[in-house]
């Protein structure tokens, strides 16, 4: 019985030749590092690495709402740092990116919802 099930499953995993999901790749480290930095008010750090990532992200066809994830969190970064102007820019190229983009008030504070809206 175990090697039919050994068998089958092998099938399954090594013979679907499925897409991996957008969720399952590799998260950008340089990304998620710079999205951190946001969030722990190090906003001068935060834009600086999130702006180099967007190259990179665009080089490896990076998800739109990745892209426009890094963009909102530059805005947040640009908020941080009492510049409403450039935060707005950041987040209408996020919008532009990912039209559908909301935020939600469980995730950032009022201030931003507020600055995106």
Same mark, same amino acid.
């Given at each position: 019985?175990?090697?039919?099930?050994?068998?089958?499953?092998?099938?399954?995993?090594?013979?679907?030749?499925?897409?991996?999901?957008?969720?399952?790749?590799?998260?950008?480290?340089?990304?998620?590092? /710079?999205? #951190?930095? *946001?969030?722990?008010?190090?906003?001068?750090?935060?834009? &600086?690495? $999130?702006?180099? =990532?967007?190259?990179? +992200? /665009?080089? #490896?066809? *990076?998800?739109?709402?990745?892209?426009?994830?890094?963009? &909102?969190? $530059?805005?947040? =970064?640009?908020?941080? +740092?009492?510049?409403?102007? *450039?935060?707005?820019?950041?987040?209408?190229?996020?919008?532009?990116?990912?039209?559908?983009?909301?935020?939600?008030?469980?995730?950032?504070?009022?201030?931003?919802?507020?600055?995106?809206?």
């Amino acid at each position: 019985m175990r090697p039919r099930f050994l068998s089958a499953f092998l099938a399954v995993v090594l013979g679907s030749g499925a897409p991996v999901p957008a969720r399952a790749q590799a998260v950008d480290p340089e990304m998620e590092r /710079g999205i #951190r930095q *946001a969030q722990e008010g190090e906003s001068e750090q935060a834009i &600086v690495t $999130l702006r180099e =990532a967007l190259p990179r +992200l /665009g080089e #490896r066809h *990076a998800p739109p709402r990745d892209i426009a994830r890094v963009h &909102v969190y $530059l805005g947040v =970064a640009h908020l941080g +740092l009492d510049d409403p102007a *450039a935060a707005r820019a950041s987040f209408l190229e996020a919008l532009r990116v990912d039209p559908g983009l909301t935020l939600r008030s469980e995730e950032f504070p009022p201030r931003v919802v507020r600055a995106f809206e």
